[in-house]
């Protein structure tokens, strides 16, 4: 087989790339190692930015989204009892978040991939094996599809593949460098068919720990704890998990935690991780492929798409103009955002969480951060432009 761009890996960034391609004229083929029904059904993130919303809209994948996503225009911050809500369009000049889930957004792109005859092939269950030489004109994705061994002969090769893809292993270590923090805890999330007990997102710092309540539709609600790393999910029952999260989100006056069947439980470690460059010859790494953040300042699936359409406008430049500009500063330009999204996401995580041997005066820092955001404007516009999410560039 031949493509000029072979995409390793059929989530979020692989599949969005595939669509900005093919509607600037340019040929490719994704390989996505997992079948169609496990991609479509694999929990993950669920807060849009403004950005990412209007890429969708703008490549024609957001039919379901306009219908169906909910539009929100705050957060709530508790600690100590209090609870604080932040204004994002009054703090950002009108921009607001949309919640919409991962599954959602990856099950409207394949419809869409698939649909269109002209289409470029998506193939499930082809697992890619090896990049061959990827600083050459031509490189070639050696995969296995139905049984037998392939090869994909291509110009440029995007690594899609996430975190444990072998996209990003495959640039030799002496030509990069990483930059990794591990959190000594886990989010214990939790899916569950009731109605949210809230209109808006709502992020709790608690001598306990941290807790998340958030949704995925007006009838499905999202939730998360905080819990140590060698948490065993058996442990937690569902009635200990609504106690738990009643507990944490409790606050001065009238509010009360619904509570409703429990489908889905997951355990998330917290990583924030980045490897630079982003770029190694013809290979072009994007998405959690090149980097993880926590997931507290909802940055891990907006990052993929702002990656992947720095990544189409370059590829598109080249084929328009030959010109390889856009192509040599695709990584230092993803990077400044990545950074930024590090930035912010360490800063929430941190500010949120309680590590095991945090000290008191630890604790003090962190009620007199959140304290600052409840009482200054400027602290609290720092936080919902960061939330919204930064330009694309
Ligand atoms: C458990 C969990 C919870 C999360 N929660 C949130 C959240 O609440 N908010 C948020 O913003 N972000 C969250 N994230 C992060 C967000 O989901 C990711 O940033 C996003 O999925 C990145 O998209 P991606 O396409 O780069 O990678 P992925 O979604 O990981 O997609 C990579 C794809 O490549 C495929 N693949 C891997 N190896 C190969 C191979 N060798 N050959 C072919 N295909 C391969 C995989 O099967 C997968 O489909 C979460 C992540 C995890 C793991």
Redesign the pocket.
Known sequence: MRTTVGI???????LLLARLLHRAGIDCVV????DRAY?ERRQ????LEQGTVDVLRACGASERLDREGLTHHGIELRFEGRAHRVDLPGATGGKSVTVYA?TEIVKDLIALQLADPAGPPLLFG???LAIEKPDSAAPVVRFRHEGREQTLTCDFVAG???????ARRTVPADRIRTFERAYPYSWLGVLADVPPSCKELIYARHQRGFALHSMRSPRVSRLYLQVPNDTDTADWSDERIWDELATRFAVDGEWALERGPITAT?L?PMRSFVQEPMRHGRLFL????AHIVP?TG?????L?VSDVVTLARALAHHHQTGSTELLDGYSATCLRRVWQAERFSYFMTETLHRRPDQSPFEDRLQLAQLDRIATSPTASAELAENYVGLPLS
């Open positions: 390793i890996g059929g989530g979020p960034a692989g390989l996505e190692s997992r991609v993950r993130a669920g807060i991962q082809a697992e890619a899609c593949d996430g975190f444990h893809g072998i997951s998330t994007a998405g959690d492929a997931p909802a940055k891990g699936l907006n993929a």
